[in-house]
């Protein structure tokens, strides 16, 4: 930003402080990528010192710190808002504990209507088992009389067929 705004239209620089400026900029720049790492702000700092009281830096004469970036809150302005946040998230927690205890009671009663389902369907299933076994006992009986039915013409075709 410094540099766009000490630059003339040709390229250079508009004064040879503003030259000494951005050579010691670069070097200290450079110095940071090898050690420590530092933000340009605080090269920038460190090059051309502290900002005056009252003054913001890259903002021009108008603007001071409290227009850019708005005051402070006081002592009393953030225990306050502390006493809030405190309550919204003890708010936060009671509405949590009640909608876990409410998923828990779901959790339950879904299960509990489950199991009810699952007897109800092992119920039907027995008694279509024992359906089925009649109904094959039946048909075995049945089997077994015209089998004994069968035999016995078939005695009698023997029979008279002798004589």
């Not at 050579?23 to 090059?47: C, G, H, M, N």
């Not at 409290?66 to 003890?90: C, D, K, M, W």
């Amino acid at each position: 930003m410094f540099c766009i705004a000490h630059t003339k239209s040709d390229a250079s620089l508009n004064s040879t402080a503003a030259q000494e400026i951005v050579d010691k900029f670069k070097a200290l720049t450079q110095e940071s990528d090898s050690s420590t790492p530092t933000t340009e702000d605080e090269i920038y700092r460190q090059v051309v010192g502290p900002e005056r009281h009252g003054r913001t830096r890259g903002y021009g004469l108008g603007p001071t710190p409290t227009t850019v970036f708005g005051t402070t809150p006081g002592r009393i302005e953030l225990a306050s808002q502390l006493r809030i946040a405190n309550t919204q998230n003890a708010e936060l927690k009671t509405k949590i504990d009640e909608l876990e205890k409410k998923m828990d009671d779901d959790r339950r009663k879904m299960e509990e209507r489950m199991m009810e389902e699952r007897m109800k369907l092992e119920e039907r299933m027995e008694m279509e088992r024992k359906k089925t076994e009649e109904k094959m006992e039946e048909g075995q009986r049945k089997m077994d009389i015209l089998l004994a039915f069968m035999e016995e013409i078939n005695q009698r075709g023997n029979n008279s067929r002798g004589k």
